[in-house]
C-alpha cells in the first residue's frame, strides 16, 4: 500500500469550508486503496474516517517531518509549502492540489488595501503558486478550463516543454 499524507490548512471536523472539504474528499478517496493520513494546519475536531487526523500548526517542523518520513506521497494545497520546511525539501512525491488560483483571487480580495500592500500580498501568492508549479511531480486542477489556466503558467515557468509534454 502507498503512504499518502493529505495536508490542508482548513479547519477539519464536522463542519468544514472548500478546501477542507475538498481535502476530506481526496483523503476518503485514496483510503480505499492505500494508508492516508489527513493533516489540518489550523484547527482538528476528528471525525469518523477511515485514515487517521492530525493536526500540525505551522512552523511546527519536526511533528511535519515525522509525517513526510512516512510518507510515500504528499498531497497538499494552499500555503502548506510555506509552513513547513521539510515539505520545501522533500524528495517524496509531491501533488499540488492548485484549484484555487489564490494569486486571482487576492487580486479581488486585496484590491482595497493600500496600492504597496496589494501589491505586495499579490506578489506573494504569485511567488507561493510558482514554487509550487516548479516543485511539485503533478498538479490537480479543478476543471478543464483551469487546467488550461494553469498550463500557461507552468508553460511560462518551463515546466511545459519537450521532455514534459507527453506526460
Known amino acids: 500500500m502507498t503512504r499518502v499524507l493529505v495536508v490542508t490548512s482548513d479547519p477539519i471536523g464536522p463542519k468544514m469550508a472548500g478546501p477542507a472539504i475538498r481535502s476530506w474528499n481526496i483523503a476518503l478517496v485514496l483510503a480505499a486503496e492505500h494508508e492516508v493520513r489527513l493533516v489540518t494546519t489550523s484547527i482538528l475536531d476528528a471525525q469518523p474516517a477511515p485514515f487517521d487526523q492530525y493536526l500540525v500548526p505551522p ?25 513547513f520546511r521539510p515539505l520545501r525539501s522533500s524528495r517524496k ?26 501589491k505586495r500580498i499579490v506578489a506573494d501568492r504569485v511567488e507561493l503558486l510558482n514554487e509550487q508549479l516548479l516543485r511539485a511531480d503533478f498538479m490537480m486542477a479543478a476543471s478543464d478550463r483551469q487546467r488550461l489556466f494553469y498550463l500557461g503558467q507552468l508553460s511560462a515557468l518551463g515546466r511545459l516543454n519537450p521532455l514534459t509534454y507527453g506526460y
Do not use: C, N, T
Not at 519536526?62 to 509552513?83: N, P
Open 59 to 83: 512552523g511546527r517542523h519536526r511533528a511535519f517531518a515525522k509525517l513526510e518520513a512516512w510518507a510515500d506521497v504528499i498531497v497538499f494545497q494552499g500555503h502548506a509549502m510555506s509552513m
Open 93 to 118: 512525491l509531491l501533488v499540488a492540489d492548485i484549484y484555487d488560483p489564490m494569486h486571482v483571487e487576492q487580486l479581488e480580495q486585496a484590491r482595497d488595501r493600500p496600492l504597496e500592500e496589494y
